[in-house]
């Protein structure tokens, strides 16, 4: 498969390593790749469930012609071999509770106006949610979103989480997974671009592409997900909304 036009020397090399690899451990379902942007920069946006979550997502959007800038948190940044690999390939670092937390909204910002594809999972850790289903986003995806103006192509995965466990270290490859990752239609969140960035209007934001991601999720399970929302600053983790304070992290 050639190799889409925006990956550079290093995410080259790392694909011929990673992908074949990932052919031959998962079975895979994708839907839905006409929702993606043939042109211009673009944010994909998924569910997030298990570690192995980025590898399958990312494999998604490579195969179909697409170069995901991934945030990812900074601390992965430092780790000897995994870091340099991030580093190379242009992966966005998430600074989370310093005062650098705002160059990870500049970097995806640039990159989208460079026509590059950001991926971001709006949890912005795995979900706490106890049947795995979306739980409550952060605002930074809003923000990003409402900053740029650039498309936000929902997707869910189903799958990865068979290759390795929530929190657990015990990988399974064999036999080879079925993984099912389906895009949608983007979000709208035109009649929000003029609105103040107040809270309220990031939350409705990030609302909607946490519901798109879920509808898209109920599809491949055939299921219906809780009608409430998991919140994980909760004890029961069903207690609506989000706290005040400041700017949430992307990611």
Known sequence: MPAPKRSNRA???????????????????WRGTEHLPTEGGF?????????????????????????????????LFSVPVLGYVLRATGQIPVFRNSTDAGKSLQSAVTALEAGECVAVFPEGTLTREPDLWPMLGKTGIARLALTTRAPVIPAAQWGPQLLLGRYKKLFKPFPPKPVTIVAGPPVDLSDLYDRPMSTATLREATERVMAAITVLLEEIRGEQAPAQRYDPRYPQGRAAGTADGGPEPLA
């Open 11 to 29: 995410y080259r090399n790392v694909a011929r390593v990673i992908r074949p690899v990932l052919l031959a451990i998962t079975r895979r379902d």
């Open 43 to 75: 944010i994909a946006v998924a569910n997030h469930m298990t570690e192995i979550d980025p590898l399958t997502f990312a494999h998604f959007l490579y195969d179909n012609g697409h170069v995901p800038k991934i945030l990812a948190k900074s601390s």
